[in-house]
């Protein structure tokens, strides 16, 4: 910021430096009701409680079935995983704000949620592109299914889309 004299621009001129930092943002709330924000914690708590429950199923199905031990399901499986890491990044904060009423999140906690965010959406669009390129697989080459699609190929496919995800 500079500050000018009354003789001139140039006659005086004095740097200051700006010495402020983030260190949290303010979330904008959905609603300053109470009530509303209430109904927002219950539902959000009903849809991630689905969510745990569902992924996890799928999960100890996949893991304690052999029949399932498949390519399919073994995607299947990486998938939940994913959505798992995916909804846990973002619904418990929102659902701790609307409980006690709060609207900051740090800065720290904010670039966390970004990127947490950003890993597993783009990790889950490279599994569902692999999972497709699986069915196409399976569908049109048959016959070539198990040299193209072994456990070994399926685990170094499934490892890429969690590397690739940024």
Known sequence: MCLLSPRGP??????MSNSSSITQFLLLAFTDTR???LLHFWLFLGIYLAALLGNGLIITTIAWDQHLH?????FLLNLALLDLGCITTIV??????????????????C??????????????FFLLTIM???????ICKPLHYGTLLGSRA???MAAAA????K
């Open 10 to 15: 140039h006659a005086y001129r004095q740097q």
């Open 35 to 37: 009530e509303l924000q």
């Open 70 to 74: 498949t390519p399919m399901y073994f």
């Open 92 to 109: 418990p904060k929102s659902m701790a704000n609307s409980l006690w009423d709060t609207r900051v999140i740090s800065y720290a906690g």
């Open 111 to 124: 670039a966390a949620q970004l990127f947490l965010c950003f890993f597993f959406i783009s990790a889950e």
């Open 132 to 138: 497709s390129y699986n069915r196409y697989v399976a």
């Open 154 to 156: 399926c685990v170094h």
């Open 162 to 165: 969690w590397a690739t995800g």
